[in-house]
């Protein structure tokens, strides 16, 4: 399940250009959720990291 974890961590600043609706929908979930547009990209990337591993890792046992 996808959380909003609030912990802050050392970070680097990067310049991702969105398209304007998922801008929108990112936000009607952040307001709603009151937290940082940055927060959530962050976790969503985690996320699918994850997702991505456990990808790999379900391939390696078939």
Do not use: G, H, W
């Not at 307001?31 to 996320?47: G, R, T």
């Amino acid at each position: 399940m996808f959380n909003l974890n609030i912990e802050r961590k050392e970070s680097i600043n990067k310049c991702v250009r969105f398209p304007t609706k998922i801008i929108n929908e990112i936000e009607k979930v952040t307001n709603k959720n009151n937290v940082s547009f940055s927060k959530f990209v962050i976790e969503a990337c985690l996320y699918a990291l994850n997702d991505i591993k456990e990808q790999e890792k379900q391939k390696q046992e078939s």
